[in-house]
């Protein structure tokens, strides 16, 4: 089995254009939204469209608890409750990722532990962003790079395919990231475990609805995290 996992607030007029892309592009495939209880009707939409697709599932928390818990409940709720998992993509329910790219994903994992869609790689690209978002994104992953010694391009994407194999791997109880770093974390220790990680290029489009959920506090953690797997800070920790 191959789930797409979504986490939503506030989604409600994106979420039924994305639901309906993914089924009508790959029928057989499961897609997971976690909602965390959205005032705007988000779930009441996923509900409805249940009624249409058999492979949809929703998650509806209490309040509004994060993007990364989001994901590491989902992890955790699919890998035991549907054992047969394969592989678990992450998507973002603002229509910014194209679901097409989830077919080549899927088509790289054959090979790969993880498929990372990537803006900053030969090919990818940004469409439709302000300048100064372009500059934050662009510099922020140049210093995650840079800090963490990583060889990945696009740290901060969040759209990624993982194998169950690699989600297995992790302590998912460890990861200490809430916010966007989230991704930035979950990609540097795959690549600490020396499992086979591959980048796509993707075009990353600015959400036509809704509100961006970036904050001060989501920058501030992602200049934080990096620090927690660079080199130097495990050279200093070593000579105390």
Not at 36 to 50: A, I, M
Not at 98 to 112: S, Y
Not at 141 to 170: E, M, P, W
Not at 190 to 200: G, Q
Request: with cysteine; hydrophobic share 40%; aromatic share 10%.
């Amino acid at each position: 089995m191959d789930f797409v996992v979504t986490p939503t607030y506030n989604e409600c007029n994106n979420i039924r254009v994305l639901i309906e892309r993914i089924f009508s592009l790959y029928p057989n495939i499961n897609v997971l939204v976690v909602d965390d209880n959205s005032p705007d009707g988000t779930s009441e939409v996923v509900r409805d469209l249940q009624k249409k697709y058999g492979g949809l599932y929703l998650k509806q928390r209490g309040s509004k608890l994060g993007l990364a818990s989001a994901y590491l409940e989902s992890f955790k709720f699919l890998l035991k409750e549907f054992p047969s998992t394969k592989n678990i993509i992450s998507i973002d329910a603002d229509l910014s990722h194209d679901p097409k790219v989830i077919g080549a994903m899927l088509k790289e994992m054959q090979e790969n532990d993880l498929v990372i869609g990537s803006r900053y790689m030969k090919g990818g690209q940004l469409e439709n962003w302000e300048l100064w978002r372009k500059i934050l994104s662009r510099g922020g992953n140049i210093y995650a790079r840079l800090v963490a010694h990583s060889k990945i391009h696009d740290l901060t994407s969040g759209f990624q395919c993982y194998s169950a194999t690699l989600l297995k791997q992790y302590n998912l109880d460890a990861v200490s990231a809430v916010g966007f770093a989230f991704q930035m974390e979950m990609k540097i220790k795959a690549e600490r475990l020396n499992l086979k990680i591959k980048e796509i290029p993707i075009t990353f489009t600015r959400r036509t609805d809704g509100k961006s959920k970036i904050s001060n506090n989501i920058i501030y953690e992602g200049l934080i995290v990096p620090w927690k797997f660079s080199p130097l800070l495990s050279m200093f920790k070593s000579k105390r």
